[in-house]
């Protein structure tokens, strides 16, 4: 800290960290093959095995390769993977990739939603509350926090559910759209959103962005609440901070030494949870899209894992570990962007 | 530095804190309290069995209101919802206590270990818990209750197997990187001078220290174990029906029901849910709070200042 | 050394003056009278050291001062300055004041700049909330002649503070604090954290800058070499009071106070045989010992010592002291109404029993 460091460029450490997207990824896409093949038992019997005959099974093995030596089998999936070939499902023979591009654009859609919310809700809520500690707003706050995060974002949906069905029983529910809206706006994108302003279907866009209200809220509740706790802490520690004293002895308004000194630098921590909090989201994503009957990828992981359909499991799953690396790779680049410390 | 946090010096310092940390931590206390004495006393407490559905020969009515003989009504499956609510609180501490211990048990002596020797193990280790860590939680749940189910079925234990399996990373890295700056403390290396052996430090300097942290990281994981459980439940991925009454999977029996507009069945087990959570997670922030220096404010007494002595 | 620009022989008018004062701290146990009844006043273009042990309540003066006080602590007395009361300001002016006509000058560089903002901003930030409508050229102007004087080059005005030294950004916090100009800084031991060379460097320019700015300054300090070096004056603290004041080569030639004597004593010069040392710790403030605080640490403790304070009294010199032994080795008035008991030595039983508290 006290040495004299060059000043360090944002283009070399975007460099180096994109380097090290590749030993990060090839862990987890190990792990995620190392878990699924100690499974005990056989992939092909479990899903398919009360529908087909002896032989017929052994052709499916064959054709899965998994007759083949473990190393060969991993070498295989790691060459797929960097194809972006996620394999073909056993139960229903869907390609993996198909279901990414089909469903993946209303998962996305949902957490961006919720995200967007999130912060809309949680930054200046939990600025409020480390800047007024102790007061009976910061406990209000904190509560409200701590219930968010708390309550089974399930649950919340389910008595969102209840709230909206009893008293607005025209809002929608469930789904993403209308069926009439899925049937008339003609797929582009993958993102139904998307497809519909491009098609100029306004009362579509209108239809897809009421129901996304419910299932985005929902999220949004649960990823609010832990912003709003990181954020409350991040904003008490930096106050105490030896530049804040400084910063008000040189007569800085208090307006802006809360916001440009103490704010600013708590959001340093901040933005490196909330990509952590990617992890959340998803697993939030996983649970709101079973609640709201919503088509995404969520829905599609939960209905191959009840199938057992160990290659429509794996393929998802590792779909999901290089979206959580890129995300990280993100995160990253955003706080070298803010915190000038980062860029070595 | 070596010092073991003894329980009333816990206690003691918690008291002083300011007012609303004190109130917050005491609530918790109670409704985690609450939970505990109905998972203990479920069979007392409790009306029915978790999995009755008749008395007597007389079958229980399907999605009745509530009523003297089902408090909270029955549910879709006939089941008394009072009963189930109680009954799930000895399911979902027993899987909760279960998993955080086994993960404890694991991680922290890893955790020790790895970060006490330091060189290849410790950065192998690290990058595999760190990839583990980065990993959505309940989506490694979710391939952990896949896995298991085709080997010991969808009972209490693999639930706590699933459970166990995210949150040993979470010790893991707390328990290492509090060895790592305890191995640098100066009374750490004054035993190591003295020729004591890298077991015996380990054991008796270093487990001391370290081991202060978990109850901490315990209590926080146990609300949040709570909450990857019921989300299981409720996908269809947890524990069976017959196995054991388990609030998400109530929860996902009720979601026709809500659709409808019936409330009882979704209503209670989620506010079982919500309030067990809260309460736990207000125990972890009041015991963090207390215990991390940076977040603690001591109570202050008001300042009066007495008249001067003489002219 | 010590020569003030203008005529020596013209007082020159006092911008700070304190009388009085107290500031008091809240803890769990109950106050802490880290500043205990402190006068003293600060001319224009004048360096006064602060002197005494770590916990003496030296830096709660300087900061109280200024008013940046933790939550729970209460000023009395009375504070004024430039002729204005600052303890019944309204909190606002008071603000307002700090910055542009009192500053400070913090123990640790290191993390009193915003790691987030380059250096540019600091200024722009700090000219701005105190001159509003100031063109960027003018900020930019003045930011680089402060700097200019504090030895910083032009061409790092857009650094960030991790690509300074600790010496370096020392001169960039002492530069932010003199770029308003203010009549009155306080300098919280400004050099603790930096090495001896660097050290050197910027107690010079502390000095220098007198002649520049004309700036009075508290200057807090724990080495006494840095006082001899660059003071006017000197006041020595111990127990949140201020025990001797004066003329700074008078004070350091002849003290008064025993405290005075001894922290001389114990300090290291290259004459220095043995070492020298005050045996005991400061008291605890939240229960000052009776009398005179000092007594039990004092080798020329008298039974006076230990239930009397002493009242402060100007010596022939000018300085000001509160010492019981004092008074009577320069036979002061008050010295004749002391008994031969009052004067009868402290016995040593008690001395001891206080050294191991």
């Known amino acids: 800290m006290s040495t004299v460091t060059a000043s360090g460029s944002l283009p070399r450490y975007i460099a180096v960290r994109l380097m090290l997207v590749i030993p990060m990824m090839w862990v987890l896409l190990t792990m995620v093959f190392v878990l699924l093949r100690i499974a005990p038992g056989d992939p092909v019997s479990a899903a398919v095995g009360d529908k087909l005959s002896e032989d017929a099974l052994d052709a499916r093995r064959a054709a899965l390769g998994l007759d083949r030596p473990l190393i060969v089998q991993y070498l295989d999936y790691l060459g797929d993977v960097c194809r972006l070939d996620f394999g073909t499902t056993i139960s229903n023979g869907r390609p993996v990739l198909d279901i990414i591009a089909n469903q993946g654009g209303a998962t996305l859609t949902l957490t961006l939603g919720a995200f967007l919310f999130a912060l809309v809700v949680g930054l200046p809520l939990g600025r409020l509350a480390g800047r007024r500690r102790d007061s009976a707003l910061d406990a209000g706050i904190r509560i409200f926090g701590i219930v968010t995060y708390a309550a089974p974002i399930f649950w919340v949906g389910l008595m969102l559910v209840l709230f909206v069905v009893r008293f607005v029983p025209s809002w929608p529910t469930y789904d993403i759209a209308t069926a009439e809206t899925k049937y008339l706006v003609p797929d582009r994108t993958g993102i139904l959103l998307l497809d519909a302003a491009l098609d100029n279907d306004w009362v579509g866009v209108r239809d897809v962005l009421q129901h996304h209200v419910l299932p985005c809220f929902t999220l949004g509740l649960l990823i609010c609440g832990v912003i709003i706790r990181l954020v409350r802490v991040n904003v008490i520690q930096s106050l105490k901070g030896d530049y804040v004293e400084a910063a008000r002895a040189r007569g800085i308004p208090e307006r802006r030494v809360v916001r440009f000194h103490a704010f600013r630098n708590a959001l340093v921590p901040v933005v490196t949870v909330i990509g952590l909090q990617f992890a959340l989201t998803l697993s939030g994503a996983i649970l709101t899209e079973r609640t709201f009957n919503w088509p995404g990828l969520g829905t599609e992981l939960v209905a191959y894992v009840t199938a057992r359909d160990y290659v429509a499991v794996q393929g998802l799953v590792t779909f999901f570990a290089i979206a959580v690396v890129l995300v990280s790779l993100i995160v990253d680049i955003v706080n070298a962007l803010i915190d000038p410390r980062v860029r070595y | 530095m070596a010092r073991r946090v003894r329980t009333p010096r816990v206690f003691q310092t918690i008291w002083n804190t300011q007012g609303l940390a004190r109130y917050l931590f005491l609530t918790g206390v109670l409704i985690t309290g609450v939970f505990v004495v109905f998972a203990l006393l479920a069979p007392w407490i409790a009306p029915y069995d978790f999995a009755q559905r008749s008395v007597d020969g007389v079958r229980f009515p399907k999605l009745a209101g509530a009523s003297g003989e089902h408090l909270l009504g029955t549910n879709d499956q006939f089941y008394d919802i009072f009963s189930r609510v109680i009954w799930g609180a000895r399911t979902a501490l027993l899987v909760v206590g279960l998993s955080i211990l086994l993960s404890a048990v694991v991680g922290v002596p890893l955790g020790i270990v790895s970060g006490y020797t330091g060189g290849w193990f410790d950065r192998i280790t690290v990058f595999l818990m760190d990839a583990l860590y980065s990993f959505p939680s309940l989506l490694l749940a979710i391939v952990f209750s896949f896995l298991l189910r085709n080997a010991i079925g969808g009972g209490i234990l693999a639930a706590a197997l699933s459970l166990t399996a995210i949150y040993i990373p979470q010790y893991f890295r707390v328990v290492r990187n509090t060895t790592v700056a305890a191995r640098e403390a100066t009374y750490v290396e004054a035993a190591r001078a003295i020729g004591a052996p890298p077991v015996t430090v380990m054991r008796k300097y270093v487990f001391g220290n370290v081991v202060q942290s978990v109850p901490v990281i315990g209590t926080l994981n146990a609300a949040d174990a709570l909450g990857t459980l019921a989300a299981l439940g409720f996908l269809g991925l947890g524990i069976q029906p017959t196995e054991a009454s388990e609030w998400g999977y109530d929860l996902s029996r009720a979601l026709d029901d809500v659709s409808a507009g019936v409330f009882a069945p979704a209503f209670w087990p989620g506010l079982a849910i919500i309030a067990l959570i809260t309460g736990l997670t207000l125990v972890g922030e009041g015991l963090n709070e207390t215990l991390n220096p940076a977040l603690r404010r001591r109570r202050l007494r008001p300042v009066v200042l007495t008249p001067r002595e003489e002219a | ?357």
């Open chain 3, 1 to 357: 050394m010590t020569s003030v620009p203008g005529d020596p022989s013209q007082p020159r008018e006092v911008v700070l003056e304190a009388e009085d004062l107290r500031v008091w701290y809240g803890t769990e146990r109950g106050p802490v009278r880290a500043v205990d009844r402190v006068s003293f006043d600060v001319r224009r273009g004048e360096i006064l050291g602060l002197v005494g042990e770590s916990g003496c309540g030296k830096s709660t003066l300087g900061r109280g001062l200024l008013g940046l006080l933790p939550d729970g602590a209460a000023r009395d007395g009375a504070l004024r300055f430039e002729g204005q009361d600052m303890l019944s300001m309204r909190p606002r002016d008071q603000y307002a004041m700090r910055g542009a006509r009192l500053g400070m000058i913090f123990q640790e560089p290191l993390t009193r700049l915003n790691p987030l903002m380059r250096v540019s901003d600091h200024f722009t930030e700090t000219l701005r909330a105190h001159e509003q409508g100031l063109s960027g050229a003018e900020v930019e102007r003045r930011s680089l002649e402060a700097l200019r004087v504090m030895g910083i080059p032009p061409t790092r005005y857009r650094a960030y503070p991790h690509e300074f030294s600790g010496g370096m950004r020392q001169r960039i916090m002492i530069a932010l604090t003199l770029v308003l100009r203010p009549a009155f800084v306080v300098a919280d031991e400004p050099t603790t954290a930096l090495d001896v060379l660097v050290e050197a460097q910027i107690v010079r320019t502390l000095h220098d800058l007198r002649a520049t700015y004309e700036t009075a300054m508290l200057l807090i300090t724990h080495n006494l070499g840095i006082v001899a070096e660059a003071c006017d004056r000197v006041a020595v603290m111990y127990a949140g009071r201020i025990v001797e004041i004066g003329e700074a080569r008078e004070v350091f030639a002849r003290p008064r106070h025993s405290y005075t004597r001894e922290l001389l004593r114990s300090t290291i010069t290259l004459s220095t045989e043995g070492l020298e040392f005050i045996g005991g710790s400061p008291p605890d403030l939240s229960e000052p010992p009776p009398g005179c605080s000092f007594h039990p640490r004092c080798p020329d403790a008298m039974q006076i010592c230990a239930t009397r304070a002493p009242r402060a009294r100007i010596t022939d010199a000018g300085s000001r002291v509160s010492c019981w032994a004092a008074d009577i080795a320069d036979g002061a008035p008050v010295a004749a109404d002391l008994s031969a008991e009052d004067r009868s030595p402290l016995t040593t039983e008690e001395v001891l029993v206080a050294d191991e508290a």
